[in-house]
């Protein structure tokens, strides 16, 4: 091998790894399972919303967000929105393109081999996260263009420049919270040498704080806020906003409905005094900006976590 093309690995090994990766992923069994159970949950959620609101169709007309609705309304059959399938099962598609990126490897004996390439340890794990991350880019990206057809589809009415930037805006904050997840697994992969106990930590972890966020924030909040029912709700949001499924709600809940004009706590003074109109796209966003922040903030703790972790790890013995 030439100097040359010696050099020019080094400097793109990264790229070699993201393109390998990407190419399994694209072409594995988890990939049409996962695009799979989202597609079908999703479509449901749409379809049922758009029943809905077709049935209250002529009381609608002039309603801000009518479209986005088919995101965050709820109908029977269906109890919960789209947006929340979203936020409960799109974890699962960070967990498993990241819960064996490394212990997959390690376990296989194909790491030393790997890096007795002209490809550097950081390039590795860099590749395989940025592989991660388009994949799941590419499954959200399809399936949110998939139910918006269907809602135009069933609701023969086309989404606004404003609704489209907000559901734009919406879904590359989805791709940055289902981020925070593949880290999470990154982090998993790299300190557990098992996949398989990476990954029943990874699913712990996801329970916990989906299904059982809500019990727990509640308890800490009554015990840090005493008998003062003000301090106690306080301290619960406080707590809560500690973990990214509540700070995608949040978001969600802003971006997707122009009629929400704050989160948290508000008082009932607030809420007389407030003028009922719909906000723009810059003032929703001014909105959620802390928890937008919060988000890649976390995404980036936990992959620097996992960046160092690794390139401190003797790997070929």
Known sequence: MTPESDTTIRGGGWRVVARKELADHLL??????????????????????????????????????LFLKLFTVAADPVPFPFVTFV???????????????????????????????????DEVILGKFVAG?????????????????????????????????????????TIVYVGFWLAL???AS???RRASTSALSLVSVWLVLTLFGGLIFQA???????NDQLAVARAQLTVARLSPVTLFQEVSTVLLDPTQ??????????VDRAVVSALSVSQ????????????IAMTGVLFAWAFIAFMRQEVRA
């Open 28 to 65: 594995s069994a988890r990939f049409a399972v996962l695009i799979g159970v989202l597609g079908v949950a999703a479509a449901a959620a749409v379809y049922a919303a758009s029943s809905g609101i077709r049935d209250v169709a002529p009381q609608a007309i002039g309603i801000p967000g």
């Open 87 to 121: 936020g409960f099962l799109a974890p699962l598609l960070g967990i498993m393109f990241g819960f064996d990126a490394i212990s997959g490897e390690r376990s296989q004996g194909t790491l030393p081999r790997l890096l007795s390439h002209p490809i550097h340890r």
């Open 133 to 173: 991350l388009a994949v799941i880019s590419v499954m959200l990206t399809a399936l949110t263009i998939f139910v918006s057809g269907i809602g135009i589809f069933r609701l023969g009415v086309s989404p606004t420049a404003a609704e489209v930037i907000r559901l734009t805006s919406w879904l590359v904050l």
């Open 185 to 187: 697994a990154m982090v």
């Open 190 to 192: 790299v300190l557990v």
């Open 220 to 226: 800490i909040g009554s015990i840090i806020g005493g």
């Open 261 to 270: 004009r704050a989160v948290g706590l508000i008082t009932f003074d607030q």
């Open 284 to 295: 929703s966003m001014l909105v959620v900006w802390p928890q937008v922040v919060a988000m």
